[in-house]
Structures are given as structure tokens and as C-alpha cells.
């Protein structure tokens, strides 16, 4: 696992249109301007000097924010997942945030099993949505997930104000879709 650079950017912008709809990326310009910030971290993961997958994440003063984790179809379903994630949840400090479909398609049902088995803690009460990344789009209803045993339901949803102010740079104005 290394931190990926600028460089590295197009080989991971690659596995992020293999892994994401439009709704859940931003564009290849805007994604790379997330590079200038300081709080946002990439983290690549290698075979044979081939980036095979990538962990995107925010640190934020509470909390960690991890946005996109994704790796090749060539490696998928070989326990790369679980392995880095493991290494990953095992050097978080702060407690970790992240988003997750709703478990509507087989692929779903099968990542939030996998964050699960890894401890994950699925927060399937509360009402959240993704800001839309594009203006045409709407915002997208998700889970929210940690890998934070401790954090409670009042936690999570005290935490939506900050994950919309600092990971998406815009005001909470989520009303809701229940």
C-alpha cells in the first residue's frame, strides 16, 4: 500500500470507471483537482508493479472518510478486498464513515457482506443521500457503514452535516426520502 501521486492518477481514474456509475464519481478533471487537497489521500495497491486497486479517503479532524475502494476486474473475487481492507481498518485512528448501495443487486448484497465479515456496522435506518456529483443528477439515496463498533445511530447522523461540509463541500439540505 503506497500513496498515490499525480502520476498514478489515469491508472486509477481507469479502475474507478470500471467500478462506479457516473453517479458516484466525479468527472476525470474533477477528480484529479482532489489531489490539491490536504486532506484527501489515495492509496494504491500493487502486483507485479500493476496498480490492481486503489482506497480513497478523506481524514477530517473526527473522523475518516473513506470514499472509494476499488480494485481490477482481474482481481476481484480473489480476497484482495478483504486483505487490504484489513490492513487498512487496522491503521485507523479515528472512526471511519463510508457509503453504500442499497443492497437492490446481487454485487451489493455482496460488498456489504464483505465490509460485515471485516466488522463493519450497517446503518440501514438512517435516511441519508449522497450529494449529486453532477448537476443533471439528483442526490443518491445510501447506506451509511462503519468500521467503528462504537459509534451509535445518533453518532452517524451527528456526522452528515461534516461529511457533506468537508468531503463534499456543500451545505446538509437533505430533506429526506421516507
Known sequence: MKELTLEEFDAMFQIMQESFPITEMRTYKEQKRLF???????YGFYEQNQLIGFLAIYEEKNFTFIEH????????????????????????KKPSIFEVEYPTTEI??????????????????IDYAMPPLHQEHEPLPLYLMTFNKQLQEVD???????????????????????
Request: glycine share 6%.
Open 36 to 42: 490539491e487537497r490536504e486532506d484527501y489521500h489515495v
Open 156 to 178: 452517524v447522523v451527528d456526522m452528515i452535516p461534516d461529511i457533506y461540509k468537508y468531503v463534499y463541500r456543500v451545505e446538509f439540505t437533505w430533506k429526506g426520502n421516507k
Open 69 to 92: 475502494f476499488a480494485l481490477t476486474s482481474a482481481v476481484r473475487g480473489k480476497g484482495y478486498g478483504s486483505r487490504i481492507l484489513q490492513q487498512f481498518i487496522s491503521t485507523l
Open 108 to 125: 451489493a448484497r455482496r460488498r456489504i457482506r464483505l465490509y460485515q465479515r471485516l466488522g463493519a456496522k450497517l446503518f440501514d435506518e
